[in-house]
């Protein structure tokens, strides 16, 4: 009989724990393992309680861990949601960056570009042309003249196109002798298709022979010389 009565108190305590476990499970335990009871009417939830009460220690076992499960969820999801804020952050900052950097750049390059090239001579245009003709070569496209002053104290090339020229720009070069490298050659300056030019040659006319000289006509853009031209002295 004692044997019958310790058996029937701890089956009574199973119970009565079961019951007490019960009422918390149905209400809110069930949706925590089992996505399908989230949202299950009361109906449901008094239904369920029976089998709470019988099997509430295997129930609860499963309760605990679904809850350190979605505790672990939940700071994986902050973790995560941390991290983005940070690249999100990251990002932002890039993009101001490129945001700052890209328009420096342009007005960087746009300052950079040369001004037009056809109005930079590699010497300076005279104001007028100088009185005296030393020297000419007339030609059906152009005229050249060698010009100076009535003391022959200051020199002038005077270029002038008499038709438009077939090449669009080009360089002229002072040679010695029949030397022509024009990295050799001196530098005078350069033309275009049509106008008339003057250059200072003063630099030029001090250690040069006029008797042996020629002038070079190089296309700088197609790296070719164009003509040479000896001038009668």
């Given at each position: ?165 077939t090449y669009p720009t080009a360089t002229i070069y002072w040679a010695e002798g029949e030397n022509k490298n024009i990295e050799q ?49």
């Amino acid at each position: 009989m004692f044997l019958i009565e310790v058996i029937l108190l701890i089956f009574s305590i199973y119970l009565i724990a079961g019951f007490i476990f019960a009422i918390p499970f149905s209400i809110k335990g069930a949706g925590k393992i089992d996505e399908g009871a989230n949202g299950g009417s009361w109906g449901f939830r008094i239904i369920i309680i029976p089998g709470s009460i019988v099997f509430w220690p295997i129930l609860l076992k499963k309760w605990v861990r679904a809850s350190r499960s979605l505790s672990i969820q939940n700071e994986a999801e902050t973790t995560r949601g941390i991290r983005i804020k940070q690249l999100r952050k990251r990002h932002l900052q890039v993009w101001l960056l490129w945001a700052a950097l890209l328009p420096a750049g342009i007005i960087t390059a746009w300052l950079s570009i040369p001004g037009p090239y056809k109005n930079k001579l590699f010497q300076p245009i005279a104001e007028k042309a100088l009185p005296v003709i030393e020297t000419s070569v007339n030609k059906k496209e152009y005229t050249v003249n060698i010009r100076t002053d009535e003391g022959k104290n200051h020199w002038q090339l005077e270029w002038i196109n008499n038709e438009v020229l077939t090449y669009p720009t080009a360089t002229i070069y002072w040679a010695e002798g029949e030397n022509k490298n024009i990295e050799q050659a001196r530098l005078i300056g350069r033309i275009e298709a049509r106008g008339n030019y003057y250059f200072q040659i003063d630099s030029v006319v001090k250690n040069i022979n006029f008797s042996n000289d020629q002038l070079i006509l190089y296309d700088f853009i197609g790296k070719q010389i164009i003509e040479t031209i000896k001038l009668p002295f």
